[in-house]
């Protein structure tokens, strides 16, 4: 059975990425992101992932315009695990920015990480368009993410699987109330994703306010903190998330 990616191709796409970032000679800046998110419970995109507590590390290299980020995420109780790897690309100082993701939640099932057959792989495959407007006093951002690849599949009338590009639209609005920075945030399903979002047409998934500020504990350190009320009108939940974040 042919493989949907084999592994050499995969890998050997990230290597070049990498390669071609850094033989880049004129850039301004480098820059690693070390980090960790502990949080009361995971939710995404308005869907609740289970497991409860979780702690989520970020390992992030950017140069220039380009960018590389490993982001997870392992509940407690270690019955949840996901890693996602995205690349991204920003056209310009004031252009959109181009994604392309590979998310893997599938944790210790019986999905293997290594595995990217095309009906057996629990790999979902991701694209990505967002823009922010240029303007300061209404820096609305609006992005949109498209299942192209990997697991995301639907029964068609003949009863195969094919791929159902679930795809997801999402606007966000950050503002600052004294001493917190503020985010709305308002995404929505365009059409039947069962399989991810459960939804059967056009949903309103996720409606949310995040809060973040910092504890000063001394003059050279403060502890991140943000919490996040989530609303999903599509399944008629909601929650309350709290978090702090780790970084050097």
């Given at each position: 059975m042919k493989t949907f990616f084999s592994k050499k191709i995969v890998l050997g796409s990230l290597v070049a990425a990498v390669v071609c970032a850094l033989s880049i000679t004129e850039v301004k800046a480098q820059e690693f992101t070390v980090q960790g998110d502990v949080v009361s419970s995971y939710v995404w995109r308005g869907m609740y992932q289970?497991?409860?507590?979780?702690f989520q590390p970020t390992l992030g290299f950017g140069i220039g315009n380009f960018s590389v980020t490993a982001w997870g995420s392992t509940n407690f109780g270690g019955g949840n695990k996901e890693l996602d790897l995205t690349l991204a690309y920003k056209l310009g100082e004031a252009g959109p920015t181009l994604t392309v993701a590979d998310l893997w939640w599938e944790g210790e099932g019986a999905y293997k990480y290594f595995n990217f057959k095309s009906h057996e792989t629990g790999h979902h495959f991701e694209a990505g368009l967002s823009?922010?407007?240029?303007?300061?006093?209404?820096?609305?951002?609006?992005?949109?993410?498209?299942?192209?690849?990997?697991?995301?599949?639907?029964l068609n009338d003949s009863g195969e699987l094919k791929q159902n590009y679930s795809s997801y639209l999402e606007l966000n609005y950050p503002f600052s109330v004294k001493n917190v920075d503020l985010n709305v945030t308002c995404g929505a399903v365009p059409y039947k994703a069962e399989s991810i979002y459960t939804n059967s047409g056009f949903a309103v998934t996720n409606i949310a306010l995040k809060g973040m500020t910092e504890i000063k504990i001394n003059d050279k350190f403060s502890l991140p903190i943000f919490a996040q009320a989530i609303w999903n009108p599509c399944v008629e939940d909601a929650f309350l998330v709290f978090g702090v974040t780790l970084r050097p």
């Open positions: 289970g497991g409860g507590a979780a823009y922010t407007l240029p303007v300061e006093k209404f820096p609305l951002s609006v992005a949109w993410y498209t299942m192209f690849a990997g697991k995301d599949k639907k």
